[in-house]
């Protein structure tokens, strides 16, 4: 078995109110700015040796860890400068700068770089985009640089939905206080955070219902469990033209842990689907009625519909496996099947339900939302009474009751034909394995993701499967 596992991202709002927390419970706040700043200089030691080192400090508190972290890092024998775009502007940020003993330049066309850069000019804070010549001096100095660190986030991204306010810096290394912030996990900010690392500065554990997937946990199989203990996952084939994306989604079930997979096939695909087959069940199954027989067979759990499902007769198909009540992943064909019709859709569910789209697919079920990308996939989780698995580099998985969460952990590489058919597969053997349908999608977007990175350069969705069985004798 397969335990999903999360760690919190909190919105600025939410960072703010842990902060107030443990300033009311006894810390003051140039206490937290100092845990912070010392935790970010060693953050900063343990990534890279000694080098010369220029700190770029804004007139908030972003820019107090600033000056912490440029103390700290000379009391290690650092050589540091700090540059600042203005005086500090808070009280906190100001004990912090008093405790820095060198001096300070101006952040300006004539400033001259280094070899890290430590980006601590505005962190969640941030509304509105920097000035275009502090953008521009941010970006030579940065691009200029062997390495760029950012404090918090880099600065110009939007904290709660990964929006760039303005050009962004290319970090190597983010350092968050407490924990993650949506900036870190959506694009286009995350693609220009790097290694993020979370460190500790003794706030609360934060309350969220917005979390980034972490690496699930293996749980030994009991000795006595026999092939429909594992699930009994069934794939719905498409016609003889298109049969490949259903035996992709076959064989991510089967590799992912699926004691017992069957493929329902048209009469006119047996021939093309046996031929590539050998583990997997073939059934043959031609029209609605079928499909609902074989998936209200006691032994069968969990079904996959929509890979290549075609037109013909699709929308029978897929309304045929809803009605049977047990778990059902949507993907490719089914979006379009519905297409401007998710209140149908939705009336039609009549179980657990898990669906994948792909941005297109997205836009062609639920029309334009607005808000950010986990804003759009919570809407559509509720609009459409399922969890929603929205594809991408930043996968958000979201459920109807308002938990989201994010999955980074993935490779450029699934950018590839199929791969989605093999994620569909995979999400359906956690379903028959006994995983509620937003636990489901949040392991199986990790464990796809984690095959996609072992795949390296070439990979194809025939990879995937093979690769699954890698990840899982990796997980702890």
Not at 429 to 441: I, N, Q, S, W, Y
Request: aromatic letters at 4%.
């Amino acid at each position: 078995m397969i335990e999903p596992m999360f760690q919190p991202i909190v919105t600025a709002a939410e960072m703010r109110a842990l902060e107030a927390a443990a300033i009311a419970g006894g810390t003051s706040a140039i206490e937290l700015m100092r845990r912070a700043g010392g935790a970010a200089a060693r953050a900063i030691a343990a990534y890279i040796s000694p080098i010369d080192t220029l700190v770029l400090c804004g007139p908030g508190n972003n820019g107090g860890d600033g000056y912490v972290i440029a103390t700290e890092l000379a009391a290690m024998g650092w050589a540091v400068r700090v540059a600042a775009i203005a005086a500090p502007g808070t009280d906190t940020a100001r004990q912090a700068a008093a405790g820095w003993a060198g001096a300070v330049e101006a952040l300006d066309d004539d400033t001259p770089g280094a070899a890290l850069i430590v980006d601590a000019l505005f962190g969640i804070g941030l509304t509105r985009a920097l000035s275009p010549t502090h953008a521009a001096n941010l970006n030579r100095l940065a691009g200029a640089a062997r390495s760029c660190v950012a404090i918090d986030l880099p600065s110009g991204a939007a904290t709660d939905d990964g929006a760039a306010l303005s050009p962004l810096p290319a970090c190597d290394l983010c350092i968050s206080f407490g924990a993650a912030k949506p900036a870190h996990v959506l694009n286009p900010a995350a693609a220009a955070v790097g290694r993020l690392v979370v460190a500790a500065i003794g706030l609360a554990p934060a309350a969220s219902t917005l979390h980034r997937i972490a690496p699930p946990r293996r749980r030994a199989e009991p000795a006595a469990a026999h092939k429909y203990q594992r699930g009994h996952v069934l794939v719905v084939g498409g016609p003889a033209q298109a049969t490949g994306a259903a035996r992709l989604a076959a064989l991510g079930a089967q590799r992912a842990g699926a004691g017992y997979v069957t493929l329902l096939s048209p009469t006119a695909a047996l021939a093309a689907n046996a031929a590539q087959l050998t583990g997997i069940v073939l059934v043959e199954a031609d029209t609605p009625a079928a499909i609902a027989r074989a998936f209200g067979e006691a032994r069968a759990h969990a079904l996959v519909i929509g890979p290549a499902l075609g037109r013909t007769h699709g929308r029978d198909k897929l309304l045929a496996a809803l009605s049977v009540g047990k778990p059902v992943v949507l993907d490719a064909d089914a979006f379009s099947l519905f297409e401007g019709d998710a209140a149908a859709l939705a009336r039609a569910i009549e179980g657990p339900v898990v669906l994948t789209p792909h941005e297109g697919e997205f836009a062609r079920l639920f029309g334009a939302l607005p808000g950010s990308k986990v804003d759009r996939a919570r809407a559509a989780a509720r609009r459409i009474g399922a969890v929603v698995l929205l594809k991408g580099a930043d996968t958000v998985v979201a459920a109807p009751d308002g938990r989201a969460a994010v999955n980074t952990h993935a490779s450029p590489g699934l950018a590839t034909a199929g791969s989605g058919d093999v994620l569909a597969g995979v999400i359906a053997a956690m379903l028959a394995r006994g995983l509620d349908p937003f636990e489901a999608a949040c392991v199986a977007a990790w464990l796809h993701g984690d095959a996609g990175r072992r795949g390296g350069p070439g990979l194809i969705a025939d990879d995937l499967p093979g690769l699954l069985g890698q990840t899982l004798a990796g997980l702890a």
